[in-house]
């Protein structure tokens, strides 16, 4: 089953359908960024699975997927939804997305098990390093004339799109954030700067392999919090250990505890065992963002890692 067929079956996908003049929803571009589109349907082509559309932001002709449209808004419900949950949808989106994806893959490695798994492996590290190697020369060509500029982060992007099925988080965290630096079409000055330190580090290799771009460790409450499950409200974000979000939100309501989405009235947000230091360009990020903000506003928001919650959970 491929990736957009798994979307298509979620029960919370399946709230409206696309339909001819004005519609709203969430798009999964080739380039891998997850937005929202505002458009005007003109007509459908059942065979080539696509629909003719006026993108009404830009008033100007688009073709869209028709397996690439996650979820679809109907007029009502979008009406009562703030800024904010728009975002909290489209993050968990993208969280879905990943974790989907992650699952996918590690079905395909056993139904595609090699007799000789240290040959796998062997040969998936000898692609994965010549990956990085050609990435440094690519970096390299980019930086001769001392400055990155539009054109240069579009093919860098669309090289880091062509490898990204390779596991590799220097690879990875790569492509988010010069996916996030395109997202408006445009490589501004500043993104520019930031696009040619990065790509200058990697080059100069004064950086360690799978820390590309590490910002900050994990924010984490120190001490680490008495965690009380019955009663409060839990965010989670990230991929975690003991199993999918619909697991560890079921533990939780078994417990008394209400999973929710991130706001300023959160108990805990509990960040999945597989998130790394590079959490900052990563897709589970912007939670863990918004809860440090609520924090700057007095909020009562605790973070704290699987692991911990796990503790109490088990108690």
């Known amino acids: 089953m491929g990736i957009f067929d798994w979307f298509s079956k979620k029960d919370t ?3 409206d359908t ?3 003049g004005e519609n709203c929803f969430i798009y999964y571009a080739a380039s891998g960024e997850v937005s929202l589109k505002h458009v005007e349907i003109q007509s459908f082509d059942e065979d080539k699975n696509q629909v003719q559309a006026i993108d009404l932001t830009v008033h100007e002709p688009r073709t869209y997927k028709l397996d690439r449209v996650l979820r679809v808004f109907g007029t009502k419900e979008l009406k009562k939804l703030s800024e904010e949950d728009m975002h909290n949808i489209i993050d968990e989106i993208v969280e ?3 974790a989907a994806a992650e699952e996918e893959q590690k079905s395909t490695k056993k139904e ?3 007799d000789s798994t240290a040959n796998k492996r062997f040969n998936q590290k ?12 690519l970096a ?3 930086l001769a004339d001392g400055k990155v500029d539009q054109l240069e982060a579009e093919a860098l992007q669309k090289w880091l ?15 988010v954030r010069v996916n996030e630096m395109l997202e408006d079409g445009v490589l501004d000055e500043e993104e520019s700067k930031e696009l040619f330190e990065t790509l200058n580090s990697l080059t100069g290799g004064d950086f360690e392999t799978g820390e590309l771009l590490k910002s900050s460790t994990l924010p984490l409450d120190e001490p680490a919090p008495e965690v009380i499950i019955n009663g409060s409200t839990f965010c989670f974000t990230g991929t975690f250990e003991s199993g999918t979000r619909k697991d560890v939100e079921a533990a939780v309501k078994d417990m008394g505890g209400v999973p929710s989405r991130l706001n300023g009235s959160t108990n805990y947000l ?16 912007r939670k863990i963002e918004q809860a440090l903000e609520y924090k700057q506003k007095g909020k009562d928001v605790k973070i704290i890692s699987e692991h911990h919650w796990l503790k109490y959970l088990n108690e």
């Open 270 to 285: 509990v960040i999945g065992a597989y998130a790394t230091d590079s959490w900052a360009h990563s897709a589970y990020g």
């Open 13 to 15: 996908f399946e709230k």
């Open 18 to 20: 696309l339909k001819f």
């Open 112 to 114: 595609k098990q090699l």
């Open 161 to 175: 799109i062509a490898i990204s099925g390779m596991e590799h988080p220097l690879l990875h965290n790569l492509l």
């Open 140 to 142: 390299r060509g980019i």
């Open 126 to 137: 000898r692609v994965v390093e010549r990956n990085v190697d050609e990435l440094i020369g």
């Open 96 to 98: 879905d997305l990943v």
